[in-house]
């Protein structure tokens, strides 16, 4: 079993930048996935980035791209979403997520992971 925790997250003005990081501990396999989403108040959980460990092969949401970059460092096993030039749309509670997607079509949906870190909230100030 992956365990992820994370860190990172906090108050920042429009424009600003943050990075936000999910340490992952436990077994595990070559085709694992590393995925970040968010989720605002009163709205569904949506797909941010990913990231397929072996490859980095790294995957965004239309939202984000240009903006945000996901990365991994696998002496450390962790994951990093580095966040530029933040909107107060991007407010929201971030949660990464470790799985298995069925294919490149998964990687968005949440159901395709099945661990979860606690969430850190990101407050972006216009």
């Known amino acids: 079993q992956v365990q992820l925790v994370e860190s990172g997250g906090g108050l920042v003005q429009a424009g600003g930048s943050l990075r936000l990081s999910c340490a992952a501990s436990?077994?595990?396999?070559?085709?694992?996935?590393m995925g970040w989403f968010r989720q605002a108040p009163g709205k569904e959980r949506d797909f941010v980035a990913a990231?397929?460990?072996?490859?980095?092969?790294?995957y965004y949401a239309d939202s984000v791209k240009g903006r945000f970059t996901i990365s991994r460092d696998n002496a450390k096993n962790t994951a990093f979403l580095q966040m530029n030039s933040l909107k107060p749309e991007d407010t929201a509670v971030y949660s990464c997520?470790?799985?298995?997607?069925?294919?490149?079509?998964?990687?968005?949906?949440?159901?395709?992971?099945?661990?979860w870190g606690q969430g850190t909230q990101v407050t972006v100030s216009s």
């Open positions: 997520a470790a799985g298995y997607p069925a294919g490149s079509s998964g990687v968005t949906t949440p159901s395709a992971y099945s661990r």
């Open positions: 436990g077994r595990t396999f070559s085709n694992l996935f």
């Open positions: 990231i397929r460990w072996s490859s980095g092969s790294t």
